[in-house]
């Protein structure tokens, strides 16, 4: 079965650094998005991704954060000058053209100290 | 107000029990319905579409209404593998944007 995968499994950064974090989408899908929860609190939406721009972007999706796909299969999130309330689990998820149904990977929990 | 509210639970139900879940949406541009589950500290998972006819997949029964912007997942013949948290998610018209609930926490007990 297809399915979203991430890497890596769990990130420490120190404060003030950056961090990329990387996502292979199920191979057919053409809508890619980050999402995050913080501990104990809801899946929040950052953006989606389609035609190799940002389709649409949340309020917590600022000049910090970047998305990219650098090749064919890959899909990162990049997080500039990391800051403790970065840290939280983020999901990558994709979708195919037809409908919403969106599909999500095991998540790359972010540690910043 | 909350865009997607759903009572957080848990709801304790011996295996075998009937257990209803509803959410409610704020949005009424809504258009898209999905109830996922997500176990401790693990991705969600999409466990059914939310259909305006309803729609049911085995032992899971969803069920929308516009009108009154609520929607339910009725869970027949728990298994301690049904324990998890139920996600209400929803999806605005012309937007891929998933906004999900809180989550209502499910424990199945033998």
């Known amino acids: 079965e297809p399915e979203v995968t991430q890497t890596p499994s769990h990130q420490v950064t120190q404060m003030g650094q950056e961090v990329i974090l990387r996502c292979v989408p199920i191979s057919n899908h053409l809508y890619f998005y980050w999402y995050r929860q913080i501990l104990g609190q809801k899946v929040e939406f950052l953006v989606s991704?389609?035609?190799?721009?940002?389709?649409?972007k949340s309020e917590i999706f600022d000049d910090q954060f970047s998305v990219e796909r650098p090749d064919g299969s890959n899909f990162t999130l990049k997080i500039r000058s990391t800051k403790l309330e970065d840290s939280a689990m983020y999901f990558c998820?994709?979708?195919?053209?037809?409908?919403?149904?969106?599909?999500f990977g095991q998540g790359t929990r972010l540690t910043v100290v | 107000r909350k865009e997607v509210e759903q009572d957080p639970g848990p709801f304790n139900v011996p295996e075998g029990a009937t257990v209803a879940f509803n959410c409610t949406y704020s949005?009424?541009?809504?258009?898209?319905f999905f109830w996922y589950r997500q176990d401790c500290r693990k991705e969600p998972k999409l466990l059914m579409s939310v259909y305006s006819s309803g729609n049911e997949d085995g032992r899971f029964t969803a069920q929308l209404n516009r009108a009154s912007q609520y929607i339910s997942l009725l869970i027949r013949d728990s298994k301690l593998s049904d324990s998890a948290t139920y996600l209400c998610v929803v999806a605005d018209t012309g937007r891929r944007a998933l906004t999900f609930g809180s989550g209502t926490r499910l424990q199945v007990q033998p």
């Open positions: 949005n009424s541009a809504s258009q898209s």
């Open positions: 998820a994709s979708s195919g053209p037809r409908n919403t149904e969106a599909f």
């Open positions: 991704f389609y035609n190799n721009e940002i389709s649409e």
